[in-house]
């Protein structure tokens, strides 16, 4: 089951900051407005994310694989703070060392090759190159008039350790009614 989100803001009052970060809309289509709506968007899908227990909090590691397709510049801005260490994966490497795993552009195989590697680990996806999140990411990103929208994709979230509040699916409505 997916369910796609427009991220248009919140009244929940205990993750206001994350839903802050993470409902800003671009308001200009130049490549630094879309850079900085996927980066709030990605830091807000970050701070709802729960890693284990027994692995260390931060600074989280986010490996970028592929060419993503929004933007060059994936520098998450995480609510509170949170410190992200950015990475390039080169093909055809694994997801070892990596908390958040950006999926770009990638050859069908290595994204199969990736998804299948993180399934089971704590490991949070994202991708920008999958807009009706089908090929087994967490979150899928895609620009939309005025902003970026994301959708989410249960199965995959629900297959692993990673828990992610399930406040983030009341962030918004269908990402498909704007």
Not at 38 to 46: P, S
């Amino acid at each position: 089951m997916f369910v796609s989100l427009l991220l248009v803001g919140s009244s929940l009052a205990a993750p206001q900051l994350a839903m802050e970060a993470a409902s800003q809309t671009i308001v200009d289509g130049s490549p630094a407005g879309v850079a900085t709506g996927v980066n709030r968007i990605v830091g807000g899908i970050i701070s709802y994310a729960r890693w284990p227990a027994d692995l260390p909090r931060a600074p989280r590691t986010m490996c970028v694989a592929g060419t993503p397709q929004l933007t060059d510049h994936i520098a998450p801005a995480v609510p509170g703070g949170q410190s992200i260490v950015v990475r390039r994966l080169s093909a055809p490497a694994n997801g070892s060392g990596c908390d958040i795993l950006f999926l770009g552009r990638m050859p069908v195989a290595d994204r199969q090759r990736l998804i299948a590697w993180v399934r089971g680990r704590p490991v949070l996806t994202i991708t920008d190159d999958d807009p009706g999140c089908s090929f087994g990411a967490m979150f899928c990103l895609r620009a939309r008039a005025p902003g970026v929208s994301f959708s989410v994709n249960l199965d995959a979230i629900g297959r692993g350790p990673l828990r992610i509040d399930p406040r983030v699916l009341q962030i918004g409505s269908d990402g498909d009614a704007s």
